[in-house]
């Protein structure tokens, strides 16, 4: 039984829902994201609730129910609050830098690293070592979040890196002396 396909989605004041076959819009006081969703579930809109179920109990289909409901929900919640990732830079001489619609970071190699801004997103540098990246798309939100993330992953020794600002880096001891 899939609690999460189960669960109803309440559609908040000033987001309107179309359906269109498989085709699902939300537009609301963010943007508008539209998606396609598999013809085995189906959608059931009463006033402002929403709830899908499901053609058959196979794991498949129990897999695709969840998997819709938490992708509608995502698209509700991004279209009426939006989602942000913050990242921190640790290192000395770490550093970030947004020029235009250049962001370069500077992460201990040899040259700076450069990442165009993406359609949809929006990247703030407010520090030299904070980077914020925002969108209504919680999956570019996340992809791009991780592509900046991958320039350096933090590692376990000295603890520097790129990571995430609520991410835990579990530190290791290192060599010990004779």
Do not use: C, W
């Not at 279209?79 to 990242?87: M, Y």
């Not at 201990?108 to 359609?119: A, I, L, N, Q």
């Not at 520097?160 to 290192?174: A, D, L």
């Amino acid at each position: 039984m899939s609690r999460i396909g189960n669960r109803v989605v309440h559609i908040p004041e000033g987001v309107d829902v179309k359906q269109d076959g498989d085709v699902v819009t939300v537009k609301g006081p963010k943007g508008e994201l539209t998606q396609t969703f598999s013809p085995e579930i189906t959608m059931h809109m009463e006033g402002n609730e929403v709830t899908f179920t499901r053609a058959a109990e196979d794991k498949k289909h129990r897999a695709l129910h969840g998997a819709t409901n938490a992708n509608f929900a995502n698209m509700v919640e991004g279209v009426t609050n939006g989602f942000t990732k913050t990242l921190k830079m640790v290192g000395v001489g770490y550093r970030a830098a947004k020029s235009g619609s250049t962001l370069t970071l500077s992460a201990g190699y040899s040259h700076p690293v450069t990442f165009e801004d993406r359609e949809g997103l929006e990247v703030e540098v407010p520090d030299a070592l904070t980077i914020k990246v925002s969108g209504i798309n919680k999956q570019l939100v996340g992809d791009f979040a991780a592509e900046i993330r991958a320039v350096r992953t933090p590692e376990p020794y000295k603890g520097k890196g790129i990571r995430y600002e609520n991410e835990v880096v579990k530190r290791k001891e290192g060599k010990t002396g004779k």
